[in-house]
């Protein structure tokens, strides 16, 4: 969620050592169209509780909704979630820090990998999870929740994706913002959020130079 000073902000074109522009279509932002466009949202001022989706195949989808909770946070709101793959016991750098901070992200997972050997016990689990999940949406004791790698209990098959939708119509506060990550978000889903992000891989370490997950970084 951009801040609105952000939005308003004017990016001048970049101009390489020529003096000649790198991108000579004009920011959007420049444009009469988006002027008007940011006028009336003023006029407007509609707040509502946004749900928003980080998806793709790309590394950062947690990463940001997390960045998310951290500016809330700061921001003395409430703010809380749920895991659905991390192994009920995790204790990865970013659970131990929200730990610190009081702000309660709870995984609910077995660990899941692609090659489990239990995949009834995995979808027991992120079934629980959604239960969970709804009981502490509808609480009213949040402002932002995270249902984080919730996109494959859902494109799975595990929790059903219309019946999810329908449910956060009819039962999750209006001013609650929710955030949903994962790959492989299912259409409706998209459809039905107010802001989504895919994230798109064009380098990975472990790929390209056989680097493994380090710490801080990855966990």
């Keep these: 969620m951009m801040p609105e000073e952000s939005l308003e902000q004017q990016i ?64 003395d709101m409430r703010v809380g979630g749920i895991q659905f793959l991390k192994h009920e016991n995790a204790s990865y750098g970013e659970l131990r820090a929200l730990k610190r901070m009081g702000i309660e992200l709870t995984p609910m997972g077995d660990g899941f990998t692609w090659t489990s050997r239990d995949l009834d016990e995995t979808q027991a689990k992120a079934v629980h999870g959604w239960e969970m999940a709804k009981a502490r949406i509808a609480s009213g004791e949040y402002d932002i ?66 680097i493994r997950a380090q710490k801080g970084i990855e966990f």
């Design 12 to 75: 001048p074109d970049v101009k390489d050592a020529t003096n000649s522009s790198v991108d000579a279509t004009p920011h959007p932002g420049s444009t009469v169209e988006a002027q008007e466009r940011r006028k009336a949202a003023r006029a407007n001022r509609v707040r509502k509780g946004l749900v928003i989706v980080n998806t793709g195949n790309g590394k950062g989808k947690t990463t940001a909704a997390l960045g998310i909770l951290l500016r809330a946070w700061g921001r």
């Design 145 to 210: 929740f995270l249902l984080d790698e919730f996109t494959y209990a859902l494109s799975y098959g595990w929790v059903d994706t219309q019946e999810v939708i329908e449910w956060l119509r009819q039962h999750k506060p209006p001013m609650l913002h929710l955030i949903i990550t994962g790959r492989h978000a299912p259409q409706a889903l998209v459809d039905f959020a107010d802001l989504v992000t895919e994230m798109h891989e064009v380098k990975h370490p472990f790929r390209d130079q056989g």
